[in-house]
């Protein structure tokens, strides 16, 4: 664990306010919820919590499924890192940060797809260029409870290739049954 030299004290209701310097760099927002896990030694550890993250195994074997049923790199989100990748290289994408642009169209509730050779093309990662790498692409918020807290991603890197309403009904009918998974 990595020191950070602030000190706060506790107050009358038992609260602790973390400094907006952490809560900055930790990407943490005011409603988020976190989660607290203590050790032997006393220590207190608060984590992000990441609604779709208790579904990682279940959203790798669906990725899989994507990947080989559309034939391209699927993709599964929560609100902050890719948790599943299927059909592309995992070291390239998995726990990855994702792009200001994904977050605002899951902020948004947006679905966007991208067409064939259309010169625009939303980087995924935080450290994606601009640059056009992706020729299609699908992107699906997963809404549960009213709140985005993930998305489907459908991407192809050919040139020839183009996403159809086929994509995005799939994209779509995973999006839909993550969600609601979270619902139960």
Known sequence: MKATGVVRRIDDLGRVVIPKEIRKTLRIKEGDPLEIFTDKE??????????IGE??????????????????????????TVIAVAGGSKKDYLE??????????????????????????????????????YNSQIVYPIIS?????????????????????????VAQSAAS????QMEI
């Open 96 to 133: 990855q940060g994702l792009s200001d642009e994904i977050e605002q169209i899951m902020e948004d509730k947006e679905v966007y797809k991208s067409d064939k050779n259309n010169n625009m093309s939303v980087p995924i990662l935080k450290n994606d260029k601009k640059d056009k790498i």
């Open 145 to 169: 409870n009213g709140d985005s807290i993930g998305t489907v991603i459908l991407l192809s890197k050919e040139p020839t290739t183009k996403m159809t309403d086929v994509e995005t009904k």
């Open 177 to 180: 049954f993550l969600g609601s």
């Open 42 to 51: 006393g220590e207190v550890i608060l984590k992000k919590y990441s609604p």
């Open 55 to 80: 579904l990682s195994e279940f959203a790798i074997g669906y990725a899989e499924t994507l990947a080989k049923t559309t034939g391209h790199i699927a993709c599964i989100t929560d609100k902050d």
